[in-house]
Every structure is written in structure tokens, then in C-alpha cells.
């Protein structure tokens, strides 16, 4: 069986403030792993995956991941976030696709 | 990516009425797409997974006569929530499979409310 956690429901963050959002899993199976963004009234939008390799992956918008096998996480981060990146945040392991509850994220101006 | 449209955005029921939700694929020829389900505060949960011109296969706890899925074109999948009850609301979301089976684009999701 396979499940995701995502123990914060809720980030708020000043704008330009550096910012992480936790995720750990847990799989029986080989290991592969995505952060997906859901902005208001859009679909979900696939920031980055990790499905082998490199264990530090850059995706879209400056965001990057870091698969750590030992801690059975993929903590999500930005080094300087914007208002734009204000939206939903999931976190997802396959086989078949298992979402995280979500972490939204709220930028402070 | 390609884009996904799903229509009503938002729809009311009466309770034991019937809703058809429709999800189509835009720009791309959708062999599969997947319902999924998400309640509040809660992450999505995948219901179906409808192929083109299939019937549709469902996860272990998902009714299906109780939703109907429907998968007629490779643009378009409608999922039919039938006898609808207070139960049932939740937010429905789709999306299509792609040659990546590590991807999936998702549609904006139906808020189903039934009173």
C-alpha cells in the first residue's frame, strides 16, 4: 500500500521569505514521486517529479524537491516565493497516483 | 500540456436526481482519462479510470452503477452521478493520461452540491 502525508494543511509566508512544504510517503513499490500546484478555478498543473537519479529536482517556477529515501520524504521548496505562487500544493506518489491532502500555501505582501 | 475543460464548474441537485459531469480533452486524444473525487479537506481519491470505446474500471468502493462513466470519443468522458445524495457532494475532478504514464493534465473540477 502506498500513502502520502502532507502534515501541514495551511503555509503563510512573506513575500520574497524562503519557503518548504513537507511531504513523506510511504510505498511498497519503486519510488516516484510528484509535487502538483492547483491555482484558483485551474486543474492541477505538474510542478516537478522524481522518478529516478538525481534525488535534488528543479521544476517550473523556481521550485525544487529533494527525494530523501532514508526519511521517506520529498519536502518541496523556493528560496524566495511570490504572490503568485499563492495555491494549492500536492504532493503525489505512483503507482497509482496517491494524492497528499494538499498544503495551501498563502503569500504575505 | 494539454488542456482539459470539465462542464458544469459548479452544479446544485436535488437529492435523487441524476448529474452528468463532462470532462473533455481539448487539444489532445485522450485514450484514458481518470475521475477522481475529493472531499474537504481531504486529498483526491481516484475513482475510475475510463478508457475509449471500454467499459470503465473502477476502484474498490466506487458504485458503478451508481457513477456511470462514459468514454464515447477520444475527447470526451462524462461521469453521471445517479440518485445523488447529500453524500455525494464533493468536488469531482478528471484528467487525461498521456504516452508519459507519469503524467496527467487535470481539469479545473465540478463542485457537486446535493440538497
Redesign the interface.
Known amino acids: 500500500a502506498q500513502s ?1 502525508t502532507q502534515l501541514d ?1 495551511q503555509v503563510p509566508v512573506f513575500e520574497e521569505a524562503p519557503v518548504e512544504l513537507r511531504c513523506n510517503y510511504s510505498s511498497s513499490v519503486s519510488v ?1 514521486l ?1 509535487w ?1 500546484v ?1 491555482y484558483p ?6 510542478l516537478l ?1 522524481y ?1 529516478s537519479g538525481s534525488t535534488l529536482v528543479k521544476g517550473i517556477n523556481g521550485f525544487e524537491a529533494e527525494f530523501n529515501k532514508s526519511q521517506t520524504s520529498f519536502h518541496l521548496r523556493k528560496p524566495s516565493v511570490h504572490i503568485s505562487d499563492t495555491a494549492e500544493y ?1 504532493c503525489a506518489v ?1 503507482e ?7 498544503t495551501r500555501l498563502t503569500i504575505i505582501p | 500540456g494539454a488542456v482539459v475543460s470539465q462542464h458544469p464548474s459548479w452544479v446544485i441537485c436535488k437529492s435523487g436526481t441524476s448529474v452528468k459531469i463532462e470532462c473533455r480533452s481539448l487539444d489532445f486524444q485522450a485514450t484514458t482519462m481518470f475521475w477522481y473525487r475529493q472531499f474537504p479537506k481531504q486529498s483526491l481519491m481516484l475513482m475510475a479510470t475510463s478508457n475509449e470505446g471500454s467499459k470503465a474500471t473502477y476502484e474498490q468502493g466506487v458504485e458503478k452503477d451508481k457513477f456511470l462513466i462514459n468514454h464515447a470519443s477520444l475527447t470526451l468522458s462524462t461521469l453521471t452521478v445517479t440518485s445523488a445524495h447529500p453524500e455525494d457532494s464533493s468536488f469531482y475532478i478528471c484528467s487525461t493520461g498521456t504516452s508519459d504514464i507519469y503524467e496527467q493534465y487535470f481539469g479545473p473540477g465540478t463542485r457537486l452540491t446535493v440538497t
Open positions: 502520502v494543511s516516484y510528484f502538483y492547483q478555478n485551474q486543474g492541477l498543473q505538474l517529479k522518478l500536492f505512483l497509482k497516483l496517491t494524492f497528499g491532502t494538499g
